[in-house]
């Protein structure tokens, strides 16, 4: 083997030196929120750029925790992730399921319907009047009820279940369970990984819904905490973040903001270390049997 040169050696070191910088101005932003959110307010407003602050605090996610709007806007967001999350799952491995066996009658119609959704996307008015006609406008449902189903990720999972042998299926029904009872007690256990997999996608989604409550959601108390963080970020005053303690002085805007931030993003990044393992053996396999 030839030997590494001078010129290897140079260009290994300007590589990892390029990588690094890129990392350390990827990280900085998530860096200086976190900081500013822990910082003391005396500090934030004597310094107003703050790196390594002298004096550490909670006041921020204390005054945040203490507020009617905050507190209400995560129970709603929270509310989103877990019912909607449960609800998607059930309705998409259901269909999938169905999809994936043979025997089910105009198979083949229900799957180039499903492709169809894929390729030819109706719009935002035909949805917002599909959404206003069935009486879901400021209903906190509107933003779970239409998004239960997505042809790609029911296409994905059929392609998990295909790999799942037909065979359970006639064992089972020979010992005399029926359809639902088999896909509950046989093949939704072996499915673990896609679940977890479309579980992560799905909460992730749910949590992040922005700009369909600006559309269906009229009252303020429904907002999900990423529309709260925005009225947040345009609104410098912060006048709905009244805590439930009149005395307690709010901290600066900015550290207010940049707890919300935190707060919003916490919850993602504590789940996904529990899924991970599921997570890319669930997307791959679904992928190459789809």
């Known amino acids: 083997m030839k030997p590494a040169g001078i010129g290897d050696g140079l260009f290994h070191i300007v590589n990892a030196a390029l990588l690094a910088l890129l990392a350390l101005l990827t990280c900085f932003p998530f860096y200086y929120v976190l900081v500013v959110s822990f910082t003391d307010p005396a500090e934030?407003?004597?310094?107003?750029?703050?790196?390594?602050?002298?004096?550490?605090?909670?006041?921020?996610?204390?005054?945040?925790?203490?507020?009617?709007a905050f507190l209400r806007s995560v129970g709603n967001s929270a509310f989103l992730a877990i019912v909607g999350t449960a609800c998607s799952l059930v309705v998409t491995s259901a269909l999938a399921y169905a999809l994936s066996r043979k025997r089910l009658r105009g198979r083949k119609a229900i799957l180039l319907m499903i492709l169809l959704t894929m390729l030819f996307n109706p719009g935002l008015i035909p949805h917002y009047m599909l959404v206003r006609q069935i009486g879901l406008i400021g209903s906190i449902w509107s933003l779970i009820l239409p998004a239960l189903a997505s042809g790609w990720n029911v296409i994905l999972m059929k392609g998990f279940?295909?790999?799942?042998?037909?065979?359970?299926d006639e064992s089972a029904a020979i010992d005399g369970s029926n359809d639902i009872r088999t896909w509950v007690t046989i093949i939704l256990p072996l499915s673990l990984p896609a679940i977890a997999a479309?579980?992560?996608?799905?909460?992730?989604?749910?949590?992040?819904?922005?700009?369909?409550?600006l559309l269906y959601l009229n009252d303020s108390s429904q907002?999900?905490?990423?529309?709260?963080?925005?009225?947040?970020?345009?609104?410098?005053?912060?006048?709905?973040?009244?805590?439930?303690?009149?005395?307690?002085?709010?901290?600066?805007?900015?550290?207010?903001?940049?707890?919300?931030?935190?707060?919003?993003?916490?919850?993602?990044?504590?789940?996904?270390?529990?899924?991970?393992?599921?997570?890319?053996?669930?997307?791959?396999?679904?992928?190459?049997?789809?």
């Open 161 to 168: 279940f295909d790999s799942i042998p037909a065979e359970l």
């Open 198 to 213: 479309f579980a992560l996608f799905d909460a992730v989604g749910f949590w992040n819904q922005f700009f369909s409550a």
């Open 44 to 68: 934030y407003l004597q310094k107003k750029w703050v790196l390594f602050p002298d004096h550490w605090s909670f006041a921020s996610y204390e005054y945040l925790l203490s507020t009617r």
């Open 223 to 290: 907002w999900p905490i990423q529309v709260l963080l925005q009225n947040m970020l345009i609104n410098a005053s912060n006048t709905d973040l009244q805590a439930y303690d009149v005395s307690m002085q709010p901290p600066p805007s900015e550290m207010l903001k940049m707890a919300a931030v935190i707060v919003a993003t916490a919850p993602i990044l504590m789940v996904y270390p529990f899924l991970q393992k599921h997570f890319a053996k669930g997307a791959m396999v679904g992928s190459i049997k789809a």
